[in-house]
């Protein structure tokens, strides 16, 4: 097969091999513009991704807003003082104000009796329609909720809230109804530039809705109705030579039915840059292919051959055949070639001498380089070193001032607060004294898990295994995982800095435990050898994939900053995962902390005991 392809022209040749490049780059081509599509649809569909996101955030507090603004209403009780005493008047005015207020609300006011109240003169849903609504039933039940009802073909977002009585009994619900038309859902989404949709499974409501093929609506109504959980991928439907990018939002499923939001927009960009694609490609293979061919003419007259004679030339100059003359001929690089070939032999020698002159100065510069590099590495060090020990000053100073002020000012009102009770004899005023007591006490009992977390006072009063035990014992137990803390040898005093780092890293792998590991039991085994301190935490959960952790370390940095931390202690750190088989963590650390962690410590006697003191409270 070689002596056949030697045996062809090198016109042939060169033909045979252009053909082969065209086809290579049309091949090429086609797939750049596909992969070019494909990055101009996923921008797309990210784009439709986000804003799908911060649709349904928008519809649900919109529904949260609603809600609370009936539970409003149906508190005021000066409403019912007035349905009481006949006084119909002020009642209109105040819902009148409100619907001043809130153009697009509508407020009804429902009593037991079957008494029907609204600032409108012609409301757009009748009170009749109003009472049957199940919303309504569920709010007379003591319910204060919003969900979307369909009354009609119009879709509506209506709240209840219940009023309750002296006498605990549900005597009335305020109603309030936000239509979702278009004008509502152009109002949820701000600058979208597509079509946005709701629809209940049977109808859509939104803008422009006749400009949407039957298909792409009748693919909607059927994806509405499979009730998803989550927001699906986005998907593509092309009809006569238009691309629509497709996002469907289940708004998840109320008394009256299962809801979904759909935001269509056209890719026209999509379709413009794949016809681009497709008309720039063609047109670049034809101007290459023609360009091809000038190129293969010119060199076969102007290099190719010349070359030919040259190599003839040179061989027989190899052989010793010194007489026989070159005709020089082709291009002027060429001729000049054939000229400099007995130059370049006298000049084989220095090149060789410069190469090495070269290399040696390659490898100073090299060296240089090295040392360069080295000392960014320790500056990176030493900069890590000072911002954990900021952070950790930081988390002193947050848990000193919690714990001095806040907690003391808590306290205070909780002693201000019995004294006053110890005052009154009204019931009433007693009790709403009590509660106040009892929530000032639950804040303070928060702020002062606060202060624990940000500095326990069990690291600095009892050492580190007292505090991962606290820590351990108090995070795991609620989760279901039963945690068992073990120590072996005899404990060594650690410096300060060292003990912090340590902590730290334990607390993320039990917060990582706690959130991600839905293990059922769990080790932290303390050992204290002569060379150092190793700690090995162990779990049964589910594990995950070491290596695709590894590959993508922007995801999770929990597991960088534990290892961080431990290598600027002049410790080391492995961890063991396999997806199912659970998690083990193993770490190891000196009783000597390097000079760079060292020089950041706090000094003895400052802040540090007086933090110690504010976290242990």
């Not at 006569?240 to 979904?260: D, K």
């Not at 497709?278 to 102007?302: C, I, K, P, S």
């Not at 004294?419 to 009790?431: C, F, K, M, Q, Y």
């Not at 950041?600 to 005991?609: D, L, N, T, V």
Request: hydrophobic content about 45%; glycine content about 8%; proline content about 4%.
């Amino acid at each position: 097969m070689l002596d056949s392809w030697q045996r062809w022209s090198t016109a042939t040749r060169q033909l045979l091999l252009l053909g082969a490049g065209v086809l290579l780059l049309a091949l090429g081509i086609v797939h750049l513009g596909h992969q070019v599509a494909e990055k101009v649809r996923y921008c797309l569909d990210t784009e439709l991704y986000h804003q799908a996101v911060a649709l349904r955030t928008r519809f649900v507090n919109e529904g949260y807003y609603l809600r609370d603004e009936a539970r409003l209403l149906a508190n005021y009780e000066d409403i019912f003082g007035w349905i009481a005493a006949g006084d119909t008047q002020r009642l209109k005015r105040l819902l009148s104000l409100h619907q001043s207020a809130h153009e697009a609300d509508h407020v009804y006011l429902l009593t037991a009796d079957g008494a029907v109240y609204t600032a409108a003169a012609e409301p757009p849903l009748p009170p009749a329609a109003v009472r049957e609504l199940e919303i309504v039933r569920l709010g007379f039940n003591g319910q204060a909720l919003a969900e979307l009802t369909t009354i009609g073909e119009r879709i509506w977002l209506v709240a209840v809230a219940p009023h309750t009585n002296d006498a605990g009994v549900n005597d009335a619900v305020v109603v309030i109804a936000h239509e979702m038309d278009a004008v509502a859902l152009e109002a949820l989404v701000g600058g979208f530039h597509g079509l946005i949709l709701l629809s209940d499974g049977t109808h859509w409501v939104g803008p422009a809705e006749a400009d949407l093929p039957p298909q792409i609506l009748e693919d909607l109504k059927r994806a509405a109705k499979a009730r998803p959980e989550e927001i699906l991928q986005p998907y593509s439907v092309r009809d006569r030579g238009v691309t629509y990018e497709i996002l469907l939002v289940p708004l998840g499923a109320s008394h009256s039915g299962s809801y979904a939001l759909a935001l269509v927009k056209q890719a026209a960009v999509l379709d413009a840059t794949r016809r681009q694609a497709w008309v720039g490609g063609g047109l670049f293979l034809l101007a290459f292919a023609a360009f091809a061919l000038l190129v293969v003419h010119f060199h076969r007259r102007q290099i190719f051959q010349p070359l030919q004679d040259l190599s003839q030339a040179a061989q027989r100059i190899a052989a010793g055949d010194l007489e026989a003359p070159i005709v020089p001929r082709g291009v002027r690089e060429i001729h000049d070639l054939a000229a400099s070939l007995e130059a370049m032999r006298r000049r084989v020698q220095e090149l060789l001498a410069r190469e090495q002159e070269l290399r040696q100065r390659l490898a100073a510069r090299l060296e240089q380089q090295s040392g360069t590099l080295a000392q960014m590495c320790r500056e990176r060090e030493q900069l890590l070193t000072r911002l954990i020990s900021a952070q950790e000053e930081e988390r002193r100073r947050v848990s000193r001032e919690l714990h001095d002020e806040t907690s003391q000012e808590l306290a205070n009102l909780i002693v201000r607060l019995g004294a006053l009770a110890r005052t009154v004899d009204d019931p009433e005023v007693l009790s709403q004294l009590h509660k106040l007591r009892q929530h000032a006490a639950r804040t303070l009992e928060g702020v002062n898990r606060i202060v624990m977390d940000l500095r326990p006072g069990l690291l600095d009063e009892y050492g580190l295994v007292p505090a991962v035990q606290w820590y351990a014992d108090r995070l795991l137990p609620p989760k279901g995982v039963k945690v068992k803390v073990k120590a072996r040898g005899t404990p060594k005093p650690l410096s300060s800095y060292v003990q912090v780092s340590v902590y730290r890293v334990l607390q993320e792998a039990i917060n990582n435990i706690a959130q991600h590991a839905q293990a059922r039991h769990a080790t932290i085994a303390f050992d204290w050898r002569a060379d150092g301190l190793q700690v090995v935490v162990e779990d049964d959960g589910r594990g995950f994939d070491l290596d695709r952790v590894t590959r993508e370390p922007g995801q999770h940095f929990g597991l960088l900053g534990m290892r961080e931390r431990i290598y600027l202690v002049g410790g080391t750190f492995s961890i063991e995962s396999t997806p199912g088989q659970g998690t083990r963590i193993v770490l190891q650390v000196p009783y000597d902390t390097p000079r760079e962690a060292e020089r950041h410590e706090p000094e003895e006697g400052s802040s540090a005991e007086a933090d110690s003191r504010a976290a242990g409270g």
